[in-house]
């Protein structure tokens, strides 16, 4: 079995750039996916496959992967964008679907 | 339009059983995993298990293998979540979300509105 480690929280103005990572020793042989979720509300898949926008997902959403670090990147942080960020990986055959921790995105 | 439709609030006491649902609509139910994640009040997110409805293949996450039951009526394009005695520490909301899979990557791309589940006596 793994962890998927992110920090608990992170804080930026808006218009700034905040980066929200996840580490894990396999990684680097895994994809990871990552969902926001507004108060009250279900999780949202903003990234998927590490770098990949699903359809309708703002273009300042971004991801990228270095090692056992992926970092979902958000540029030009909104208002809106305040949420718990979660990123979420498994193993090639599904036995084992993980999420981290999560992450609180404070917009200042 | 495709989505997950979940089943109601529910209020229970300690002891009593309970079986939530989850039905999909607008896309092969048979042919997508689904998953029941729990989030306990002001906590993470939490697999429990997932289902796929062709064949009614299940896998628990040892957490909670032993603990709920996970089942599917295909016919009815329906998987639902079962306590057989609940415990105040089964508090919390319930998602249903489809996993799309391909090789080497499973993600959850629609999810249900959540079902909250409050256990008190």
């Known amino acids: 079995s793994y962890e998927l480690t992110q920090p608990p929280s992170v804080s930026v103005s808006p218009g700034q750039t905040a980066r929200i990572t996840c580490s894990a020793d396999t990684l680097p042989n895994q994809y990871v996916y990552w969902y926001q979720q507004k108060p009250g509300q279900a999780p949202l898949l903003v990234m998927f496959k590490d770098t990949r926008r699903p359809s309708g997902i703002p273009e300042r959403f971004s991801g990228s992967s270095s090692g056992t670090t992926v970092t979902l990147t958000i540029s030009g942080v909104q208002a809106e964008d305040e949420a718990d960020y979660y990123c979420q990986s498994a193993d090639n055959s599904g036995s084992y679907i993980l999420f981290g921790g999560g992450t609180k995105l404070t917009v200042l | ?121």
Request: hydrophobic share 30%; proline share 5%.
């Open chain 2, 1 to 121: 339009e495709v989505q997950l439709e979940q089943s109601g609030a529910q209020v229970k006491k300690p002891g009593e059983s309970l079986k939530i649902s989850c039905e999909g609509s607008g896309y092969r139910f048979p042919s997508y995993w689904i998953g029941w994640v729990r989030q306990m009040p002001g906590k993470g997110l939490e697999l429990m298990g997932i289902i796929y409805p062709g064949d009614s293949d299940i896998r628990y996450s040892p957490s909670f293998q032993g603990q709920v039951t996970i089942s599917v009526d295909k016919s009815i394009n329906t998987a639902y979540l079962q306590w057989s005695s609940l415990k105040a520490s089964d508090t919390a909301t319930y998602y249903c979300a489809r996993l799309d899979s391909c090789f080497s990557c499973w993600y959850f791309d629609l999810w249900g509105r959540g079902t909250p589940v409050t256990v008190s006596s």
